[in-house]
Nanobody, 122 residues
Framework: QVQLVESGGGSVQAGGSLRLSCAASGRTLREAAMGWFRQAPGKEREFVAGIKWSGGSTYNADSVKGRFTISRDNAKNSVYLHMKSLKPEDTAVYYC???????????????WGQGTQVTVSS
């Protein structure tokens, strides 16, 4: 059973930075990709960024390009989301997820963390 644990959320002023971490345990080769998603109150869960464990190829949503960077540490089975130039509209619960393929649809991911709150004030 894959378990994902996020950390690093918090409150920050607009323009600030945060780094989210996701520690994965029990992962198998089948879970070849990791994604970060976010969900704001009253909105659907949306893709933020994704990365493949092998090769490290990444994909970012247009809304965060140039501001967010996803990375991974294979030795630590961890994935990170480096966020800078944060905006109030980035406020949401952020989730990491594990799946077979790097996709933007949350339905393509099999395992989810519990989420971590990010609040950006203006």
């Amino acid at each position: 059973q894959v378990q994902l644990v996020e950390s690093g959320g918090g409150s920050v002023q607009a323009g600030g930075s945060l780094r989210l971490s996701c520690a994965a345990s029990g992962r198998t080769l089948r879970e070849a990709a990791m994604g970060w998603f976010r969900q704001a109150p009253g909105k659907e869960r949306e893709f933020v960024a994704g990365i493949k464990w092998s090769g490290g190829s990444t994909y970012n949503a247009d809304s965060v390009k140039g501001r967010f960077t996803i990375s991974r540490d294979n030795a630590k089975n961890s994935v990170y989301l480096h966020m800078k130039s944060l905006k109030p509209e980035d406020t949401a619960v952020y989730y990491c997820a594990a799946g077979q393929f790097l996709r933007v649809s949350p339905t393509m991911y099999d395992y989810w963390g519990q989420g971590t709150q990010v609040t950006v004030s203006s």
